[in-house]
């Protein structure tokens, strides 16, 4: 009998941890996006975790990925995007496992799971930014935060204010992002459940 934390489920966990970190170093930006919007591929193993190790393994991956960046790397948003992310993490686990379990824990409920996981994200990005990220990333510079709004808007014209940064930039970097890194990482769970190269600890 297994029990919550077998050796297998935490080299598991370490192992997607390890690679989520790695993929998280390696960053790209995207064309009239503020520089500290980049996509990186490290919610793909975070998403395998939650499927095949439950939501603890999740939050792990996720947390210890961002631990890796910040000492291998540092921080490009004087640690705000950091601790963005970390608030994050349980608004990423908790709704995506849950859904999965109410809807039977099949493949569709996963793909539900994570459909509902793509607005409650983008949805907590816009708050994320305008109350909380945006106001300390000025506090940190010590400039006001419409000049914040105007410097990281500047690679779109077409931004001018707060609600357009979030409208323009927030919301269309947040559906793609995570819409990449959910399908890959959904492909990538049901892949290796078929091929039974990792079996399901939960």
């Known amino acids: ?3 919550k934390w077998s050796v297998q489920k935490l080299i598991y966990t370490g192992m997607l941890a390890a690679l989520a970190g790695a993929l998280m170093s390696l960053e790209f930006s995207v064309p009239l996006m503020p520089p500290f919007y980049k996509i990186d591929f490290s919610d793909v193993p975070s998403i395998v975790a939650v499927f095949l190790l439950g939501p603890v393994s999740g939050a792990c991956v996720e947390i210890i990925k961002i631990l890796i ?3 291998s790397v540092g921080t490009n948003s004087m640690y705000v995007g950091e601790l963005s992310n970390l608030i994050g993490v349980a608004l990423f686990v908790i709704p995506l496992w849950f859904i999965y379990q109410k809807r039977g824990a099949t493949r569709r409920a996963g ?3 994570l ?3 793509v607005v409650i994200r983008t949805a907590f990005a816009c708050f994320c930014n305008a109350c909380i990220t945006l106001p300390l990333y000025a506090a940190a510079m010590g400039v006001p935060l ?3 709004v ?3 808007g500047a690679v779109n014209p077409a931004i001018h204010d707060l609600t357009g940064f979030i409208i323009l930039a927030t919301v269309p970097f947040n559906i793609i992002k995570i819409g990449i890194n959910y399908t ?3 492909l990538l769970y ?3 459940l078929a091929a039974r190269i990792v079996a399901k600890t939960v």
């Open 69 to 71: 960046k910040m000492i």
């Open 190 to 192: 049901t892949r290796l």
């Open 111 to 113: 793909v539900e799971a």
């Open 1 to 3: 009998m297994k029990t």
């Open 184 to 186: 890959i990482g959904h």
């Open 115 to 117: 459909a509902c996981s």
């Open 146 to 148: 419409d000049e914040v």
């Open 150 to 152: 105007r410097m990281v």
